[in-house]
């Protein structure tokens, strides 16, 4: 029998795209999981990362829906969600993703999913509306998501050096 790291590591090769940082709150999921379950297969795991990921995308989409209905006055729906299981691809390596339009997160990290969900909500609202949202109020210019200490931000590119953050995505989190 191995050890949590050993298990931790095949875990992570199988799901993980090679090179990118592993978010915090994934290692302490799967620190969780290992605990009340032990070395569960590959398999299994895939299916867990991918089913916690969409679970999440589900919860951030209702967060950002509400946020973009009540900003606009128009409804938006979450008709345009894909699920993608895993597989292995041999140029991409390991592949699970949730999409909605173009924007798409295969990483059960709240930070991560709600950026991408908020990507594919503005990109909705453009297609559907063809109308900017949300809108800085200082400068009149479309936000665009970004992350600032892991935390998911709307963020306005005009004015000085980088531009500023405007607010947290989920409007629950101040900053």
């Known amino acids: 029998m191995s050890n949590f790291s050993d298990w931790q590591d ?8 090679h090179g990118e940082n592993i978010p915090e709150e994934v290692l302490a999921w799967m620190s969780e999981l290992h605990g009340k379950s032990g070395e569960i297969p590959e398999m299994e795991f895939r299916e867990l990362w991918t089913a916690r990921t969409f679970s ?10 509400r946020s973009a ?3 606009t006055g128009k409804k938006v729906t979450g008709e345009e969600f894909s699920y993608i299981d895993y597989l292995h691809d041999p140029e991409l390596g390991p592949v699970g993703t949730v999409r909605i339009k173009s924007a798409e997160v295969s ?10 969900m908020a990507e594919g909500v503005q990109e909705f ?5 063809q109308m900017v949202w949300p809108v800085c109020d200082h400068h009149g210019r479309g936000l665009h998501t970004d992350y ?24 629950a989190v101040q900053l």
């Open 148 to 171: 600032f200490h892991e935390t998911a931000v709307w963020k306005c590119t005009a004015g000085i050096s980088d531009g500023h953050v405007v607010r947290a995505i989920d409007p």
């Open 10 to 17: 095949r875990m992570l090769r199988a799901v993980w795209r």
């Open 125 to 129: 609202i453009m297609s559907h509306y």
């Open 107 to 116: 990483t059960p990290d709240w930070g991560d999913v709600l950026g991408v």
């Open 56 to 65: 999440m995308a589900r919860t951030a989409f209702e967060v950002i829906r």
């Open 69 to 71: 209905e009540g900003e």
